[in-house]
């Protein structure tokens, strides 16, 4: 089982906003939805996906400011790390640095924890807890039967780059571990990031001057 999936670059902090559905089922998830819900929600209309969750990596304002919008028109749950709830909760106030006028996020219908498992259709992803860049981050990890694996990793590891810890919440020692424990997953792995183009652990193993070795 492969994924079907597609995304779009939202907000000013030009983020990397996933939909990530079954390919039989059509069952799906908008993932950090950050800006710009007009946009998320055509593609969401083009590949006819019927939206089971909203899901943030994490609580920065440019992961979620979108989510009060997209919950709307879907009618979806919210998901969330519960240790990011403070942050999530803040980001319209954050906004305004920013001139960036946006609602307040609404509450999470659940919170996403280490070892949960997130079922979409027929595909499973497994949640990872990493902290660092935020308390309470999380990434959503999948092995298809055909082989090959995906890790959607927010804002920890970026091709050639990595989460910064220095906002409210952020920690280069806990970064640091979690990077460690991606570093375990097989070079093959692709590595969708919250900002940027997609790689891989093993590029990033290789060539990021900033994972540890």
Known sequence: MTLLLDSVIVSPFQTNCYIIACPETKEGIILDPGDEPERILAIVKFHKVSVTAVVSTHGHLDHVLAVKEIKEATQAPFLLPELDLPIAKSAH???????????????????????????????????LHLPGHTPGHI?????????????????????????????????????????????????????????????????????????PR
Do not use: C
């Open 93 to 127: 106030i954050q906004a305004r640095l920013y001139n960036w006028l946006a609602e307040p996020v609404p509450d999470p219908d659940d919170f996403l924890r280490e070892g949960q498992t997130l079922t979409i259709g027929k595909i499973s992803f497994q949640l």
């Open 139 to 211: 990434a959503l990890y999948f092995e298809s039967v055909d082989g090959s694996k995906h890790l959607f990793s927010g804002d920890v590891l970026f091709a050639g780059s990595v989460g910064r810890t220095d906002l409210p919440g952020g920690n280069w020692e806990q970064l640091q571990s979690s990077l460690k424990r991606l570093m375990s997953l097989p070079d093959e792995t692709i590595v969708y990031p919250g900002h940027g183009r997609r790689t891989t652990i093993g590029e990033e193993r290789q060539y990021n001057p900033f994972v």
